[in-house]
């Protein structure tokens, strides 16, 4: 690419500064800053209005990296680095001492992942030390998939966006925990729990959102602390609904009303013969899991910035069908809670 020695090295320097840097992933866009500089890590919070007790995600160049922020790096973590890295998977460790208290929301563990992005992976070797990434939105809404989206979000005098093209995964990495020696997925993702037990030869239980407590209560901190019931969701009110609903949920909106359902969706035909008539507009997905996952977000901004009175999402097939479903479900469910 043209430019992106030039660009790397700008963005080395705008973190050495304590400052800002948006880099892409594979999942989606990443809001870096040093993370080993608590100054640098509280600008991310502020930026994205995030709650002080959601933890960030720490971006590694590699293994080596990834063991200097972790208290000791374990068979466990070894055999998924590699098998999974770079990739989107986050493992959760007892964090070092070098890691400043606000990066993990006050806990003692610290997630560590390593993104597979050749613009990010090269910044992070230039730069030579970890970087906090979270999403680069606003907290709470809907995750950024292209460097447009960050722009749309961030002012460019505060943020230097590292343009890598659109991110291929769309939804955030899956994060599991190997604290312990034990294995548990605390958020779903593109790579899948029974994948992971495959890899540490045991079986890896999955937190699935239904079973995720919205408010952490002080006495019993919640082991993903950041994993909230709404996330991920569009300014107008969004909500799930079955296929063989879309017609009668909306024929009971009176305003601009936006379908969003795979290619061949039963009762699609129906929206259509209804859109013909001026409402609803209508978002085609693509039918496969990997594909809809990947134009998920962009789909819901779509839909938000038509100002509609209301989102019909219809409910996808789940992971009896394809494992990433799950983990789109999980980003529907929060969508639209
Ligand atoms: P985001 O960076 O917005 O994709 O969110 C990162 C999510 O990863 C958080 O909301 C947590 O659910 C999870 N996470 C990050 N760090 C930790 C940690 N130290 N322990 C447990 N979960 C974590
Ligand atoms: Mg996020």
């Not at 959760?92 to 400043?100: D, G, I």
């Not at 540490?200 to 952490?216: F, K, N, Q, Y």
Request: hydrophobic share 45%.
């Amino acid at each position: 690419m043209d430019g992106q020695p030039e660009q790397i090295a700008a963005a080395v320097t705008r973190l050495r500064e304590g400052g800002l840097v948006a880099f892409p992933t594979e999942t989606v866009y990443g809001l870096g800053a040093d993370a080993l500089r608590a100054d640098a890590v509280q600008k991310v919070f502020e930026a994205k209005g995030r709650p002080a007790s959601n933890p960030l995600i720490v971006h590694v160049a590699d293994e080596a990296m990834a063991a200097r922020v972790v208290a000791s790096w374990p068979a466990e973590a070894r055999k998924l680095a590699e098998r999974f890295w770079p990739g989107p998977l986050s493992i959760v460790l007892p964090k070092a001492p070098v890691v400043p208290a606000i990066v993990t929301g006050g806990g003692p563990n610290v997630a560590v992942r390593c993104p597979a992005h050749p613009l990010t992976l090269a910044l992070i070797a230039a730069f030579d030390g970890p970087l906090v990434g979270p999403s680069a939105n606003v907290s709470g809404f809907v995750s950024p998939t292209t460097a447009a989206h960050v722009r749309e979000a961030f002012d460019e005098r505060d943020v230097l966006v590292l343009d890598g093209g659109d991110c291929v995964g769309g939804i955030e990495s899956t994060v599991v925990s190997v604290v312990g020696g034990k294995a548990r997925v605390l958020r779903s993702g593109l790579i899948d729990a029974a994948v992971i037990g495959e890899v540490l030869g045991r079986e890896v239980e999955c937190a699935d959102s239904g079973s995720i407590s919205v408010t952490p209560n002080a006495s019993t901190p919640a082991e993903s602390p950041g994993q909230l019931s709404s996330h991920y969701a569009p300014r107008a009110k969004a909500v799930l609904v079955d296929a063989g609903q879309i017609k009668r949920v909306v024929l009971g909106v009176k305003g601009e009303c936006v379908v969003i359902a795979r290619e061949e969706e039963e009762g699609l035909p129906e929206a259509d013969a209804l859109s013909s008539q001026g409402k609803p507009h209508v978002i085609r997905m693509p039918r496969d899991a990997k594909g809809y996952a990947r134009r998920l977000y962009a789909a819901l901004r779509e839909a938000d910035a038509l100002h509609p009175e209301l989102i019909v999402i219809v409910t996808p097939p789940d992971q009896s069908v394809h494992p990433v479903w799950r983990a789109v479900r999980d980003r529907l469910k929060r969508a639209t809670a």
